[in-house]
């Protein structure tokens, strides 16, 4: 669900080039048919602890004057534009390896990484002012399902015994309430704040492997890099809307479309 800022402004994503073991992930891999042994546990650190909701109070209107009348914030947050925001795409794409798409079978799209910029610190600045924020944590005993891991495979070229190592999970999208919205990027981050202003009545959210791999294979078509990383677009995820006011949303993903959020 994640082509990003660059592609669409509703969504942001993520790649990467890195060492492999170096990389720590927070999920762990389904369990083999024939694999006694337990994956262990790669749990991230517990969510931060609650922030206290702020509450933003207007001056009292002089007594002839009457007050004006509340403009809502924009349905989604715009993400930070810059004077040079039109990109030619084949500036940030990699080049084809002619001799390798030669090579591919049919139907095989050559390898090409669109590289992308981290635009969670700006998002952070441009949402500073907003009066509640919502911390989204991943749960430590989130599992990638086994279509995850079959499409990290041909995607990034890694085995199921490296993914466990090389990639940790996160989420994407948007958070809607009855006065607009906020965009979920987190940039290379596990845990993420989301600022908004309002009620929150809904999101719309995905998850997303971010994965070190040494070399990718020539037919993997189009694939975002964040930084280090690249990123992978797995399952949406629903969450019912808090029934009051929260600061943090705990997910557990199980690799599925019922992945469950907790609200504290």
Known sequence: MRPLPLITAAFCAALFTANAAQATGNVLLPSSGNDTSSAPNLGIAPPPAPSTPQTVT????AATTQAPAYTPTPAIMAAPQTSESAVNLNEILSPIDDQSAKNLPAGASPTRILHQTDNASA???????LPYALNISINGRSVFGSDDVAQI???LGLSRDQIGAACYLSVSGLIQTDRGGGIVDGGLSPQITVRYDGIIQGSMLAAEALCTANKLPPGSGFINQLGNRYVITLQPISCAAPTRQVTQMVITYDGTEKSSCAYQ
């Open 153 to 155: 495979s041909d995607k």
């Open 58 to 61: 207007s001056p009292p209107a």
């Open 123 to 129: 998002l952070s600045q441009a949402t500073a002012n």
